[in-house]
C-alpha cells in the first residue's frame, strides 16, 4: 500500500510538471507575441513622396542647395502639411503654394518634426526664416512680409546650407 502511494505521488508530480511547463509554455511565447501587435497598432505617421525640387541660390545666382519636396497646393494639402511626419530624408522637405502673396503665419500644432520654415515672396526671394521651430507649439509664426510660397524643411537645414533672408528660390 505505502509503494502504491509512492507511485501515485511521483505521477502526480510528474503531470503537475509537465502542466506547469505547458502554462508557463504558452505565458512565454503569448509574451514574445505581445510586442509585435503593439508594433503594428502603434503609429508610424505620414510618409510623402517627394516628387519635385528647388534650388537655393546665392547672391551670384549659383545653387547652393537643391531641396527634393512634396507640393501642397490646394486647401486640404496645405492644412494638413507636415502634421503627423515623424521623419524626412535629410534633402526634403515641403513647399506651400499659395494663390496669392499676402502675409502667412504657420504654427506647429501636430507637427513633431522641429522644422525651418522659410517664407518666399511672389519673385522667389526668402523673406523670412525661423529655424528649429518647437514641435507641437501653437505658437504663431508669421511671415513679416508678403509671402506667396512656405518652405518647410528639417531643422537645422537653412544654417547648415549657409541659406538666408534675401536669396532666391529657383523652383
Not at 116 to 124: F, K, N, P, Q, R
Not at 151 to 157: D, K, R, S
Request: hydrophobic residues 40%.
Amino acid at each position: 500500500m505505502n509503494l502504491k502511494l509512492v507511485t501515485l505521488s511521483i505521477q502526480l508530480t510528474s503531470m503537475l510538471n509537465k502542466l506547469l511547463f505547458l502554462i508557463l509554455s504558452v505565458a512565454f511565447l503569448a509574451a514574445c507575441g505581445e510586442p509585435k501587435k503593439k508594433d503594428q497598432t502603434e503609429k508610424k505617421g505620414r510618409v510623402l513622396e517627394y516628387t519635385n525640387t528647388l534650388s537655393f541660390l546665392d547672391e551670384n545666382g549659383n545653387e547652393i542647395s537643391t531641396l527634393r519636396f512634396e507640393k501642397a497646393d490646394d486647401p486640404a494639402e496645405r492644412n494638413q502639411g507636415l502634421m503627423d511626419v515623424t521623419s524626412m530624408p535629410e534633402d526634403a522637405g515641403m513647399v506651400f503654394y499659395f494663390d496669392t502673396e499676402e502675409p502667412q503665419s504657420f504654427w506647429m500644432m501636430n507637427t513633431p518634426l522641429s522644422l525651418d520654415i522659410m517664407y518666399v515672396s511672389a519673385d522667389s526671394i526668402i523673406v523670412s526664416i525661423y529655424k528649429s521651430t518647437t514641435p507641437f507649439s501653437d505658437k504663431s509664426l508669421p511671415s513679416g512680409k508678403p509671402a506667396k510660397y512656405v518652405i518647410e524643411t528639417n531643422a537645422g537645414y537653412s544654417i547648415s546650407n549657409d541659406i538666408k533672408e534675401g536669396m532666391k528660390v529657383r523652383f
